[in-house]
Protein backbone atom coordinates (compact mmCIF):
# COMPACT_ATOMS: atom_id res chain seq x y z
CA UNK A 1 0.00 0.00 0.00
CA UNK A 2 1.81 3.17 -0.69
CA UNK A 3 -0.53 6.34 0.15
CA UNK A 4 -0.62 9.76 0.54
CA UNK A 5 -2.53 11.44 3.15
CA UNK A 6 -3.16 15.33 3.09
CA UNK A 7 -5.06 17.00 6.14
CA UNK A 8 -6.37 20.78 6.28
CA UNK A 9 -7.18 22.88 8.92
CA UNK A 10 -6.59 25.51 10.60
CA UNK A 11 -4.29 26.45 13.41
CA UNK A 12 -5.10 25.00 16.51
CA UNK A 13 -7.53 22.30 14.36
CA UNK A 14 -5.66 18.76 15.35
CA UNK A 15 -3.78 18.17 12.40
CA UNK A 16 -0.59 16.77 14.03
CA UNK A 17 -2.98 14.69 16.48
CA UNK A 18 -4.36 13.62 13.75
CA UNK A 19 -1.70 12.96 11.91
CA UNK A 20 -0.11 10.59 14.88
CA UNK A 21 -2.77 8.78 14.79
CA UNK A 22 -2.68 7.98 10.66
CA UNK A 23 0.81 6.98 11.14
CA UNK A 24 -0.44 4.58 13.98
CA UNK A 25 -3.03 2.90 12.01
CA UNK A 26 -0.94 2.89 8.87
CA UNK A 27 2.02 1.49 11.01
CA UNK A 28 -0.51 -1.22 12.53
CA UNK A 29 -1.72 -2.55 9.35
CA UNK A 30 2.11 -2.33 7.56
CA UNK A 31 4.47 -2.78 9.97
CA UNK A 32 7.58 -2.45 7.58
CA UNK A 33 6.19 0.59 6.30
CA UNK A 34 8.12 3.59 5.36
CA UNK A 35 6.54 6.56 6.77
CA UNK A 36 6.91 10.38 6.09
CA UNK A 37 5.31 12.72 7.86
CA UNK A 38 5.75 16.77 6.44
CA UNK A 39 4.86 19.07 8.75
CA UNK A 40 6.35 22.86 8.48
CA UNK A 41 5.85 23.37 12.21
CA UNK A 42 8.47 20.55 13.15
CA UNK A 43 11.16 22.89 11.35
CA UNK A 44 10.20 25.58 13.18
CA UNK A 45 10.71 24.19 16.51
CA UNK A 46 13.99 24.16 18.02
CA UNK A 47 15.69 21.05 19.91
CA UNK A 48 14.06 22.06 23.42
CA UNK A 49 10.85 22.07 21.72
CA UNK A 50 10.51 25.80 21.58
CA UNK A 51 7.93 27.19 18.28
CA UNK A 52 9.41 30.29 16.94
CA UNK A 53 7.88 31.54 13.87
CA UNK A 54 10.40 33.19 11.50
CA UNK A 55 9.72 33.73 7.13
CA UNK A 56 12.63 32.47 6.26
CA UNK A 57 12.63 29.06 8.41
CA UNK A 58 8.79 28.78 6.91
CA UNK A 59 9.81 28.95 3.40
CA UNK A 60 13.08 26.63 4.24
CA UNK A 61 10.68 24.01 5.94
CA UNK A 62 8.28 24.62 2.60
CA UNK A 63 10.88 23.76 0.42
CA UNK A 64 12.40 20.77 2.93
CA UNK A 65 8.92 19.33 2.84
CA UNK A 66 8.41 19.57 -1.07
CA UNK A 67 11.47 18.07 -1.85
CA UNK A 68 10.56 15.23 0.87
CA UNK A 69 7.24 14.65 -0.86
CA UNK A 70 8.74 14.13 -4.49
CA UNK A 71 11.94 11.63 -3.14
CA UNK A 72 9.35 9.51 -1.23
CA UNK A 73 7.19 9.56 -4.35
CA UNK A 74 10.09 8.75 -6.76
CA UNK A 75 11.31 6.16 -4.11
CA UNK A 76 7.70 4.52 -3.79
CA UNK A 77 7.55 4.48 -7.33
CA UNK A 78 11.08 2.89 -7.64
CA UNK A 79 10.40 0.52 -4.86
CA UNK A 80 6.66 -0.30 -6.07
CA UNK A 81 6.04 -3.17 -3.19
CA UNK A 82 7.17 -1.48 -0.42
CA UNK A 83 4.60 -0.08 1.84
CA UNK A 84 4.62 3.60 2.32
CA UNK A 85 2.90 6.68 4.14
CA UNK A 86 3.17 9.88 3.69
CA UNK A 87 1.37 12.62 5.32
CA UNK A 88 1.39 16.13 4.99
CA UNK A 89 -0.08 18.08 8.16
CA UNK A 90 0.25 21.44 7.18
CA UNK A 91 -3.01 23.96 7.02
CA UNK A 92 -2.84 23.45 3.04
CA UNK A 93 -4.92 26.40 3.28
CA UNK A 94 -5.14 26.97 -0.46
CA UNK A 95 -7.03 24.56 -2.98
CA UNK A 96 -5.00 24.84 -5.99
CA UNK A 97 -2.01 24.08 -4.16
CA UNK A 98 -3.72 20.49 -2.37
CA UNK A 99 -4.82 19.75 -5.72
CA UNK A 100 -1.13 20.08 -7.53
CA UNK A 101 0.43 18.07 -4.05
CA UNK A 102 -2.38 15.11 -4.82
CA UNK A 103 -2.03 15.54 -8.61
CA UNK A 104 1.90 14.56 -8.57
CA UNK A 105 0.83 11.82 -5.85
CA UNK A 106 -1.46 10.02 -8.47
CA UNK A 107 0.87 10.88 -10.85
CA UNK A 108 3.50 8.68 -8.68
CA UNK A 109 0.56 5.51 -8.46
CA UNK A 110 -0.09 6.51 -4.62
CA UNK A 111 -3.33 6.22 -3.68
CA UNK A 112 -4.72 9.44 -1.82
CA UNK A 113 -6.91 10.94 0.84
CA UNK A 114 -7.84 14.67 2.57
CA UNK A 115 -9.40 15.31 5.64
CA UNK A 116 -10.64 18.19 6.77
CA UNK A 117 -10.44 19.01 10.33
CA UNK A 118 -12.67 21.65 12.22
CA UNK A 119 -11.46 21.12 16.12
CA UNK A 120 -10.88 24.18 17.94
CA UNK A 121 -8.01 23.37 20.19
CA UNK A 122 -5.92 25.95 21.83
CA UNK A 123 -3.23 26.56 19.07
CA UNK A 124 0.17 25.69 20.40
CA UNK A 125 1.74 28.20 18.61
CA UNK A 126 0.44 31.93 20.13
CA UNK A 127 -1.67 32.31 16.98
CA UNK A 128 -4.08 35.16 17.52
CA UNK A 129 -7.51 34.08 17.36
CA UNK A 130 -8.35 37.04 14.46
CA UNK A 131 -5.97 35.07 12.15
CA UNK A 132 -6.98 31.29 13.34
CA UNK A 133 -10.88 32.51 12.51
CA UNK A 134 -9.49 33.70 9.12
CA UNK A 135 -8.16 30.81 8.08
CA UNK A 136 -10.77 28.73 9.22
CA UNK A 137 -12.92 30.83 6.91
CA UNK A 138 -10.82 30.24 3.79
CA UNK A 139 -10.62 26.70 4.35
CA UNK A 140 -14.42 27.04 4.49
CA UNK A 141 -14.36 29.04 1.19
CA UNK A 142 -11.34 26.64 -0.37
CA UNK A 143 -12.63 22.73 -0.41
CA UNK A 144 -10.89 20.23 -2.17
CA UNK A 145 -12.81 17.31 -4.27
CA UNK A 146 -13.47 14.49 -2.09
CA UNK A 147 -12.24 16.20 0.94
CA UNK A 148 -13.49 14.06 3.83
CA UNK A 149 -14.98 16.08 7.21
CA UNK A 150 -13.84 15.10 10.30
CA UNK A 151 -16.04 16.09 12.74
CA UNK A 152 -15.40 18.21 15.77
CA UNK A 153 -14.58 17.02 19.17
CA UNK A 154 -14.25 20.47 20.46
CA UNK A 155 -16.42 22.35 18.00
CA UNK A 156 -16.25 26.13 17.55
CA UNK A 157 -17.84 28.42 19.86
CA UNK A 158 -21.11 30.78 19.06
CA UNK A 159 -18.64 33.36 19.78
CA UNK A 160 -16.46 32.67 17.17
CA UNK A 161 -18.59 31.79 14.42
CA UNK A 162 -20.11 35.33 15.36
CA UNK A 163 -16.98 37.04 14.59
CA UNK A 164 -16.22 35.18 11.67
CA UNK A 165 -20.32 36.04 10.25
CA UNK A 166 -19.85 39.51 11.38
CA UNK A 167 -16.82 39.78 9.20
CA UNK A 168 -17.74 38.02 6.10
CA UNK A 169 -20.99 40.00 6.17
CA UNK A 170 -19.35 43.08 6.91
CA UNK A 171 -17.02 42.35 3.42
CA UNK A 172 -20.43 40.94 1.42
CA UNK A 173 -21.49 44.92 2.12
CA UNK A 174 -18.03 46.20 1.10
CA UNK A 175 -18.78 44.38 -2.05
CA UNK A 176 -22.12 46.69 -2.72
Known amino acids: MQKFI ?3 GHQGSGKSTFASEKIVEFQNAYP ?3 IYHIENDKELTDANGMYQFNTEKLVAAQQKGMATLKNALKFGQQNQTTDILIINSNTNQKASVCRTLLDLANKYGFET ?9 PNLHCVPEN ?5 YHRLN ?5 NEIDVPATCPISAEQQAKIDEKHNALLQKDF
Open 32 to 34: QAK
Open 6 to 8: LLR
Open 113 to 121: EVYRLHNFY
Open 131 to 135: EVLAA
Open 141 to 145: QNCVK
